[in-house]
């Protein structure tokens, strides 16, 4: 069975890349393992999830504009930032041009509730950080690295009961097997699922979604990143010259 993908130009087939070789995604640039779409011509190789990611999505991050997926760098200097994790990349990226905003792929479906080795409760994603002199210090440090965390640029995962905050990227080098395939969070990532496959996701998200303090840390969150656009929306509006229009 051969498979079009709109970023190379040869028709690809289906492979099953054994353990021990290493061939890395050419969307995320994460190492293969079981099945791939693959053109072995050109030795390039995508994750099936990454395959089947769409090309264009709207995250909750970003959510005045729509992400595109490109599978070429745009900028002069050959790589982007990516605004999740706060590393380059030089692969695809979901981006928004109009903003200079980027996410890898495997950033722009992490998801929202994750059970990591470093805590012994789930932890929380986080786009935005509340300020900080809510606390009792004075800046956010991560947990796994001991590096402060930058509040307003980059994503973190938290669990605020503990106090407890860690980069994203530290969670991925911590944990290789949960970044090695990462799951999905949007039907924008995977557009051909099994049933199987989609119930046990589903039931595995609604077990973790059921603890009430997680759920209400959740909405917080979602309501403090809706304020701070907010905000930014009207301080936009507010920097227009009202009369250069009459």
């Known amino acids: 069975?051969?498979?079009?993908?709109?970023?190379?130009?040869?028709?690809?087939?289906?492979?099953?890349?054994?353990?021990?070789?290493?061939?890395?995604?050419?969307?995320?640039?994460?190492?293969?393992?079981?099945?791939a779409y693959g053109c072995w011509e050109c030795k390039f190789f995508l994750h099936e999830q990454c395959g089947n990611a769409s090309r264009a999505m709207q995250h909750t991050s970003h959510p005045?504009?729509?992400?595109?997926?490109?599978p070429t760098i745009t900028y002069s200097t050959g790589n982007f930032l990516c605004n999740a994790?706060?590393?380059?990349?030089?692969?695809?990226?979901?981006?928004?041009?109009?903003?200079d905003f980027d996410l890898h792929v495997q950033?722009?479906?992490?998801?929202?509730?994750?059970?990591?080795?470093?805590?012994?409760?789930s932890l929380s994603l986080s786009y935005a950080l509340p300020a900080a002199h809510h606390y009792e210090s004075s800046s956010y440090?991560?947990?796994?690295?001991h590096k402060?965390?930058?509040?307003?640029?980059?994503?973190?995962?938290?669990?605020?009961?503990?106090?407890?905050?860690?980069?994203?990227?530290c969670t991925r080098k911590l944990n290789?097997?949960?970044?090695?395939?990462?799951?999905?969070?949007?039907?924008?990532?995977?557009?051909?699922?099994?049933?199987?496959?989609?119930?046990?996701?589903?039931?595995?998200?609604?077990?973790?979604?059921e603890d009430p303090v997680l759920e209400a840390q959740l909405k917080l969150q979602r309501l403090q990143l809706e304020m701070q656009m907010a905000q930014e929306l009207a301080k936009m509006m507010s920097s227009f010259n009202l009369s250069s229009l009459v």
């Open 64 to 70: 005045m504009h729509h992400l595109t997926l490109l």
């Open 148 to 169: 402060q965390l930058d509040q307003k640029c980059f994503w973190s995962y938290n669990c605020f009961a503990c106090n407890f905050h860690a980069h994203v990227s």
């Open 1 to 35: 069975m051969e498979y079009k993908h709109f970023s190379h130009p040869h028709n690809l087939r289906i492979y099953q890349v054994q353990h021990g070789n290493e061939y890395s995604c050419s969307a995320c640039e994460l190492i293969i393992s079981g099945s």
């Open 107 to 121: 950033c722009a479906f992490l998801p929202e509730i994750l059970i990591h080795d470093s805590h012994f409760h």
């Open 85 to 99: 994790c706060g590393e380059p990349g030089s692969a695809f990226s979901f981006c928004c041009p109009l903003c």
């Open 141 to 145: 440090v991560c947990d796994i690295c």
């Open 176 to 209: 290789n097997s949960a970044s090695a395939k990462p799951g999905p969070n949007s039907a924008a990532y995977q557009k051909e699922e099994s049933a199987s496959g989609s119930s046990q996701q589903n039931q595995t998200e609604r077990t973790e979604i």
